[in-house]
């Protein structure tokens, strides 16, 4: 099986950054693309931004120029920088990736726990 733990959310002043983490852990065969969610609270959760094995990225349409995924396939761990920050981005953010895992070879999408981000103005 594979876990993801999430690290990097707290509190920023609008106009600031902050950098989230997403480490992956367990039998990982290999993971193929990963992502970033948003939900604020009593609204459904919305895509952030993806990131493929080969580094083709995507992003949502209120991120794009602040925000930037990436990701180290060494270390299984993927980014959102997040600059810019507005009152509008506070929401719990949320890691996923599309995995293959071992024993047995099987594919897996795993989400991680979720950490918290507050932009204030």
């Known amino acids: 099986q594979v876990q993801l733990v999430e690290s990097g959310g707290g509190l920023v002043q609008a106009g600031g950054s902050l950098r989230l983490s997403c480490a992956a852990s367990g039998r990982i065969f290999r993971i193929n693309t990963m992502g970033w969610y948003r939900q604020a609270p009593g609204t459904q959760r919305e895509l952030v931004a993806t990131i493929t094995r080969g580094d083709n990225t995507e992003y949502a349409g209120s991120v794009k120029g602040r925000f930037t995924i990436s990701r180290d396939n060494a270390k299984n761990t993927v980014y959102l920088q997040m600059n810019s920050l507005r009152p509008e981005d506070t929401a719990v953010y949320y890691c996923?990736?599309?995995?293959?895992?071992?024993?047995?070879?099987?594919?897996?999408?795993?989400w991680g726990q979720g950490t918290l981000v507050t932009v204030s103005s």
């Open positions: 996923n990736a599309n995995t293959l895992a071992t024993s047995p070879l099987r594919a897996l999408e795993v």
